[in-house]
């Protein structure tokens, strides 16, 4: 029963909070007002499309800010953008740049959404969300071999335009077909024709930005050192992405799939062990990659143990892939029946993990296949992991509910590009990488702690296995573990350790860049490249 004196506080604090709200409200769509003035008055941009606008009073709002969150741990985020603008045209980008610099926001650009740490939509100080999903156009250019595509579009759109356009042309870039060609090509971008082709943004020929000025400039208009930044080093430390232009690589109309689980008991400790010596010098057709999992257990009628799945694209046919497996790693026993031929657009279908038989238009679903909590590290090896080493990770994988580690060899094509070519750092030398993932359904904050600490455990058992001063990472999956700026004048020697991981010798000359184009230090977020002139 509530007393009339405690009704009387409980009124009491109805009415402070619902004042506070209101003036909240008040407040924050003066801030819109204003800025949207800004935009149509100062810039002229604003004219006909306000539907593209969204504050958080618009009905929309929440369902954008969610739609593409691919790291389901930020989902409930208190992170809240005063504004998400998703432009249709280019001129709204400037004007939210330039407008956001005069009244003291940071700026937020997202394509897929799918960086690890959630960089592309959580910031910690008052923020807008440039959300490109409304910039996805696609051109190919089947004489020249090139195409120009839209920031905001995805892996899947892209594999989708050139296969309706050609079945021998591809492009090599990651797996998962809701990946943004935004955050992917500029952090680097690999996937199963990197032995051949290397990596997406290796295959990027031009580009067309915009600055911290508000200027919209291509290749040429930016510059090399520019150009050079943004196929690797981050594109959100240097400006906002409009589209790349990218150089299709040729396919055979034939290729081969094959997946290959082995369990500790049926010998996976060998395989995985003698994989290392072969992966990375196989020939630059065969990409053999392996992803670790456990299987079993409680829910099921098996034991719980851990199971190396050897996953394949072998650029040809049955028969010669066998003739080469035969060669090379006889240890695995492929044989023709283990083996599936299909066009490369097929393999794209095969490798994002859809059903056999799927139509080609799974690659354009959005709705994300891999939606999860999660958090992820890496690592690169330089030296073959002793069985008892590759045990001493079994053991914890068994500790674990849903965890993962992807091995991708490197080599071939990898090997022939210098290490300052792009920011990418990690080629000749390299036999591997290492993706470690852990994932969980639990939302309270004593779980996440839980299965975050395991990874950290593991990461912290792999350092002697892995390379070394510096303990490389990529920067694709996002780890801010390994450092983050502390405040907007982070210095060079603060934001060394971190720097270091993801970019080895390239990262002074990303600072150099960074320097130059944006010197006040605009385009920022916990690991943006910083500007050591503020
Ligand atoms: C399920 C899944 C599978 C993956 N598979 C692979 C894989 O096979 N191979 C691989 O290499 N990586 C893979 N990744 C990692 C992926 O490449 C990175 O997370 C990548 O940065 C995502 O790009 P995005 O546009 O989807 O993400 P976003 O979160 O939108 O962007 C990532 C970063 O890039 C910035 N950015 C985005 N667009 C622009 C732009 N137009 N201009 C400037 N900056 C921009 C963002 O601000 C953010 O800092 C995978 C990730 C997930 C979640
Ligand atoms: C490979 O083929 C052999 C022979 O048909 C079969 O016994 C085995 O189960 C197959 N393995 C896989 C993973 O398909
Ligand atoms: C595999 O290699 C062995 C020994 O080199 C050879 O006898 C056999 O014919 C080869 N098999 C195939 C299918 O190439
Ligand atoms: C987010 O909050 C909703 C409502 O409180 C809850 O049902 C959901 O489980 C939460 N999700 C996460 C990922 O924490
Ligand atoms: C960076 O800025 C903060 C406040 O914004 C200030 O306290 C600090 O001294 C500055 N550091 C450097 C290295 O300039």
């Not at 603060?494 to 270091?500: K, L, P, S, T, V």
Request: proline share 4%; charged share 20%; glycine share 8%.
């Amino acid at each position: 029963m509530v007393t009339p004196e405690v009704k009387g506080k409980m009124n009491h604090i109805v009415l402070v909070s619902l004042l506070l709200s209101v003036s909240w409200a008040t407040y924050s769509s003066k801030i819109h007002e204003n800025f949207i003035q800004c935009m149509s008055t100062e810039f002229n941009a604003y004219t006909k499309s306000f539907q593209t606008i969204f504050t958080p009073q618009s009905p929309l709002y929440s369902y954008i800010l969610q739609s593409s969150k691919q790291n389901l741990r930020w989902l409930n985020s208190t992170s809240k953008p005063h504004l998400i603008i998703t432009p249709f045209h280019e001129s709204e980008i400037q004007a939210v740049i330039l407008c956001s610099k005069k009244q003291g926001f940071q700026v937020r650009v997202r394509s897929g959404g799918h960086d690890y740490e959630g960089l592309s939509f959580l910031c910690k100080t008052p923020f807008i969300i440039i959300d490109l999903v409304n910039l996805r156009g696609i051109e190919i250019d089947i004489e020249d071999e090139t195409a120009w595509v839209q920031t905001g579009a995805t892996l899947g759109e892209l594999y989708y335009a050139i296969a309706k356009r050609s079945i021998v042309h591809g492009f090599p870039a990651g797996l998962c077909p809701t990946v943004g060609v935004g955050g992917h090509f500029t952090g680097g971008g690999f996937g199963i024709l990197l032995r051949k082709y290397g990596l997406a943004a290796d295959n990027v020929i031009d580009a067309y930005l915009i600055d911290v000025n508000g200027r919209i400039l291509d290749r040429q208009g930016m510059g090399e050192d520019l150009f050079w930044a943004i196929r690797g080093g981050g594109g959100a430390s240097f400006g906002i992405i409009l589209s790349w232009k990218i150089k299709l690589i040729r396919v055979p109309p034939t290729v081969t799939v094959f997946t290959v689980p082995k369990t500790i008991e049926q010998g996976a400790t060998k395989l995985v062990h003698r994989w290392q010596y072969i992966a990375g010098k196989l020939h630059e057709d065969l990409f053999i990659r392996i992803v670790i999992q456990n299987v079993g257990g409680e829910s099921t009628s098996n034991k719980k143990t851990v199971e190396a799945s050897f996953n394949s694209l072998f650029l040809g046919g049955i028969d010669r892939l066998i003739t080469l497996m035969n060669d090379s790693f006889p240890e695995l026993g492929l044989v023709p029946e283990n083996c599936t031929e299909m066009s490369w657009i097929e393999s794209t279908v095969y490798f994002a993990g859809f059903q056999k038989g799927s139509p080609l238009e799974v690659l354009l679903d959005k709705t994300q296949l891999y939606k999860a909590k999660f958090k992820a590290k890496s690592d690169f090896v330089t030296e073959p992991i002793p069985e008892f080493g590759l045990e001493g990770i079994w053991e914890r994988f068994l500790e674990e509910g849903l965890v993962f580690m992807i091995m991708d060899p490197f080599g071939g094509r990898m090997n022939e590009i210098p290490e300052s070519h792009i920011p990418f750092p990690h080629r000749e030398g390299n036999l591997y990488n290492i993706q470690y993932l852990v994932k969980w359904d639990e939302d309270e904050a004593r779980a996440t702690h839980k299965h975050v600490n395991w990874i950290k455990m593991l990461y912290r058992y792999m350092k002697p296995y892995v390379s070394r001063s510096p303990r490389a990472a990529y920067l694709n999956y996002r780890d801010l573990d390994l450092g983050i700026n502390k405040h907007a004048n982070t210095s060079y020697s603060e934001a060394r350790d971190w720097g270091m991981k993801y970019f080895k010798g390239n990262f002074k000359r990303l600072v150099q860049v960074k320097s130059k184009v944006d010197s006040e230090n605009f385009f920022r977020s916990e690991q943006s490249i910083p500007s050591i002139h503020t």
